[in-house]
């Protein structure tokens, strides 16, 4: 079920749709927030569009860097399973 929820960012507030629980959602909010504020912090006199840029790039550098350790661990996995006959199949010993 979709609602309506607020999240304040300096003196902003933004209301954003989610169908999250809750819990999900106020970790969101936190860490939002949290994230807000260390870089407001390290750069007083920047605008919030400006800390919103620099989070929105950082999540997707991030975002980026997991995909690339997944990807490294899917071909890992797929390596040492290809050593191994699949389920059903006879390995020349067993012939």
Known sequence: MKRDVSIRLGQKEYIL?????????????????????????QAEKAE??????????????????????????VSKINEVLSKYPKSGERTKSQE
């Not at 629980?21 to 504020?37: C, G």
């Open 48 to 73: 919030i569009d400006e800390i919103l840029i620099v989070m929105i790039a950082n999540l997707i550098l991030n975002q980026l860097k997991l995909e690339d350790k997944l990807n490294s661990c």
């Open 17 to 41: 749709i989610t169908d999250s629980s809750e819990e999900e959602f106020l970790k969101v909010t936190n860490e939002i927030q949290r994230e807000y504020h260390r870089l407001s912090d």
